[in-house]
Every structure is written in C-alpha cells, then in structure tokens.
C-alpha cells in the first residue's frame, strides 16, 4: 500500500530531483518506490543480484532472515510442520487459506486423478542418454508438458490456471520417479491412487514388480515434512526466474521447467548434493576435526557446505525442524554408512565449536536433508529434483499470483553498460 511519507533524490550534479512514495506492506522493511526515477532524473539504479530490491508485490510467502522466521501465507513454517501435510500446504500456496474437509478432500481427489503420464510422454524418455542428469530429464520432461496440455490452456483463464497447477503438483513426482527408474535402467511404475501423495510417490520410485515395497511410516514423514519446508521461499532465484518466464506469457510449463533449470544450480538447489560430496571429501569421521580446522583457516579453499544461510542471519528455522526428523530417520533406519557417521559427527562438532557458535554458521535445511535422502536411499543426483517436487507448489502459486495481479507487466532489468564506447569498423586487413 502507499505511504503517504515519500523519499526525495536530489542529483547535485544538475540540481534535478525526484519524489519516490514510500510503500510499506504487512511486515517487512517499506520499499521505495523508484518507477518515477528514470523519468525524473533520467538515472537507473545498480543493484546486482537484486539483493535490495523488490520486484513484485506478493502475499505468499513471509522471510525475516535476522530473526529467522518464515511464514507461508501468514502461518509460521513450525506450526505448519507440525500440523499440516504437503498437500494441504499446497493449496494454501495456492488458495491463500487452509482448506476445510470438503475443500482438502476435493483438492486432494483432483491431485490424484492427474499423476498419469500420458503414454506418449514416457517414449520421451528414450530420447536420453542412459547416464543423463535427472535434474535435465525433468526440465525437458516438464516442458514437454506444454505438447500434451498447450491447446486447452489459456492463461488468462483463472480455470484453465487452476487446472495447470494441479497437473503439474500431480504429475512432478511421477515424472521424477521415471528419471529415476529410467537412469538405473527399471520399468516405470504407474501411480497408486489409493495412496497418498509422499507414500505415492516412494512407491513409484522404488517398488519393484517382483516384490512389495515394504516402506516406514518414519520415512514417509520425514519426506513429507522437507516437501513442506521448501514448498517456497519468498523471491529466490529460481522462484524470480519462473515469475520473469512468466511475465512474457509463456505458458507455466515452460515457466516451472525454467525454474527448474534455476534450481539446478549448487549455490540453490544444488546445495543438499554439495553437503554430500563434502561428507565425501572428508571420508572417515577420524577426519572431522581436521575438516574443521581447515574450514576455519582463510588460506585453505576448504569449505563446509550446509552451514549458515545467506537470507537467516541468527539460524534457518528449517533447520531447527528438520534435525529432530533426522535424527529420527537415522534411529529408524539403523542405517550403517560411514558418510552418515561423518555427518553426525561434523553436526557434533560444529554446534559446540565457539567459531560456529560466534558466526552463527549452524548446519541448515540443505545440511540436513541431505543426510534425510542418503538414508532413505535416494541418490546424490535426485536431491534437487526431490527440491524441485516440493518447489512445484511454490513456483507454480507465484506463477498464479503474478498473473492475477492488476498491472503485471513483462520483466525488463536495465544494466550499467562497461563495454567499448562507439568506434568505427575497419576491414580486416587494416586490423
């Protein structure tokens, strides 16, 4: 909403000035509005990466790093953890409100009626090479999606909306299961619907048709739980990325699978695959208090992956969330990895290393659920497409949103241009 206080910029360069409004929201630090600046003082301004600019008005997800908080449409992160379930985060995301029985029970039957691939889309796969990447199976798979559904969408229809985002929270784990079985070399399995989403979901991707899969409620929940800690996450990389896609018009599949693409990478979503190749790295929980001795030295390029978190100054309230589940799973699975024994120990060693404690560099949501998805099996290379189920709902909520808010219009970032000044051409054999 719009204060009435304002900020002026004076240019003492030429005396021109400008009269931003000041705009405050619900929470959160007021933005000031610099739309009328280039008009007025024929300036830009400079902010790489984003990091103090506010690109869009959003009621969806709430982040306060220097006191760690993080809320998802008002409701703070622990009490949806400890009461709610994905799906029903989900249609938060998406609706703005809980759900009530009949409106969880009507979200939840059309979720599940919509996790088939259409037949056509599983030949897709044998376009891949057997030892491809699964994060680059699903964003092509994904956007594939826009071949089976672009003659029935119209995105400025709020149905036809509804209608792609329930397609796509349904369909992300089927299709994340086949770029699984696919790279291993098993046969797809077709979604249970007499199952719910999660249970669905490890159903597809490790049960196998000689056998039952025998599956621990413990880990159902522990999955379920880190769905619901990285449905969102404000306006991240890969969230900004799926909202400047979909500014164009693009159709959501396109725009989630660009998304996806964002989240790919080791400084996003890549960060739960680096704690494991850092657990790696250190090999033997002998090594831990070396590991941590050369973390701390400036000279050494080591580094501990998974701890501290760049928006959480004090601690990730994920993270808070997560470690008692870990912990539970490891009890539960009474699994015996020597990597899982390095993480435990470095856990050990880091929350009671006055360095750490100083700096507040405590082990986050990515520590965690990688040590989560290593004990239920899952492989190094499927924990950012496990990301980017959970993100789906996220992604695909701001993708909504942004198409209905009034006076959305396409991203065009403007740059600070360091190249060569105007210069004439010269043939090539004056060169």
């Known amino acids: 909403m719009s204060d009435s206080k304002s900020v002026k910029l004076v240019d003492e360069s030429n005396g021109r000035n400008s009269e931003l409004p000041l705009l405050t929201g619900t929470l959160g630090p007021a933005c000031i509005d610099i739309a009328p600046l280039y008009k007025d003082t024929g300036h830009f301004t400079y902010d790489p990466g984003f990091g103090s600019t506010a690109s869009t008005k959003s009621a969806i997800t709430y982040i306060d790093g220097d006191q760690g908080v993080l809320m998802y449409r008002g409701y703070p992160i622990e009490q949806l953890a400890e009461k709610s379930s994905f799906v029903e985060v989900a249609y938060l995301l998406l609706h703005g409100e809980l759900p009530n029985k009949t409106q969880f029970s009507a979200f939840e039957n059309e979720i599940t009626h919509h996790t088939m691939m259409h037949e056509s889309h599983k030949n897709f796969f044998q376009g891949f090479h057997h030892d491809a990447h699964p994060m680059?199976?699903?964003?092509?798979?994904?956007?594939?999606?826009?071949?089976?559904?672009?003659?029935?969408?119209?995105?400025?229809?709020?149905?036809?909306?509804k209608l792609a985002a329930i397609r796509l929270i349904a369909k992300m784990p089927t299709i994340a299961a086949a770029c699984y079985r696919y790279s291993i070399g098993w046969p797809f399995r077709y979604p249970r619907n007499n199952l719910e989403y999660v249970t669905r979901f490890l159903h597809m991707m490790f049960e196998v048709p000689s056998e039952p899969?025998?599956?621990?409620?413990?880990?159902?929940?522990?999955?379920?739980?880190?769905?619901?800690?990285?449905?969102?996450?404000?306006?991240?990389?890969?969230?900004?990325?799926?909202?400047?896609?979909?500014?164009?018009?693009?159709?959501?599949?396109?725009?989630?699978?660009?998304?996806?693409?964002?989240?790919?990478?080791?400084?996003?979503?890549?960060?739960?695959?680096?704690?494991?190749?850092?657990?790696?790295?250190?090999?033997?929980?002998?090594?831990?208090?070396?590991?941590?001795?050369?973390?701390?030295?400036?000279?050494?390029?080591?580094?501990?992956?998974?701890?501290?978190?760049?928006?959480?100054?004090?601690?990730?309230?994920?993270?808070?969330?997560?470690?008692?589940m870990c912990h539970k799973v490891l009890a539960e699975m009474g699994v015996n990895d020597p990597l899982l024994d390095v993480a435990m120990k470095l856990e050990e060693a880091a929350l009671k290393d006055d360095y750490f404690v100083e700096r507040k560099l405590y082990p986050n949501v990515d520590f965690y659920s990688g040590i989560i998805y290593k004990a239920l099996g899952i492989p190094t290379?499927?924990?950012?497409?496990?990301?980017?189920?959970?993100?789906?709902?996220?992604?695909?909520?701001?993708?909504?949103?942004?198409?209905?808010?009034?006076?959305?219009?396409?991203?065009?970032?403007?740059?600070?241009?360091?190249?060569?000044a105007q210069r004439d051409y010269a043939s090539i054999d004056k060169r």
């Open 136 to 161: 680059a199976m699903l964003a092509a798979s994904v956007a594939s999606l826009s071949a089976f559904y672009h003659d029935d969408l119209n995105v400025d229809n709020p149905e036809d909306r």
């Open 213 to 324: 899969l025998e599956l621990s409620p413990v880990c159902a929940k522990a999955l379920d739980l880190l769905f619901i800690l990285h449905a969102d996450h404000e306006q991240n990389a890969s969230t900004s990325t799926v909202r400047l896609v979909g500014s164009t018009g693009a159709n959501p599949y396109a725009s989630i699978a660009a998304g996806i693409t964002a989240l790919w990478g080791p400084a996003h979503g890549g960060a739960n695959e680096a704690v494991l190749k850092m657990l790696e790295e250190i090999g033997s929980p002998d090594n831990v208090e070396t590991a941590v001795k050369r973390a701390k030295d400036k000279n050494d390029n080591f580094r501990l992956m998974g701890f501290g978190h760049r928006v959480y100054k004090n601690f990730d309230p994920r993270a808070k969330i997560i470690r008692e």
């Open 381 to 420: 290379e499927m924990f950012t497409v496990m990301f980017a189920i959970a993100r789906t709902a996220g992604w695909i909520a701001h993708w909504i949103e942004q198409h209905e808010t009034p006076g959305s219009r396409i991203g065009r970032p403007r740059q600070l241009y360091v190249g060569a």
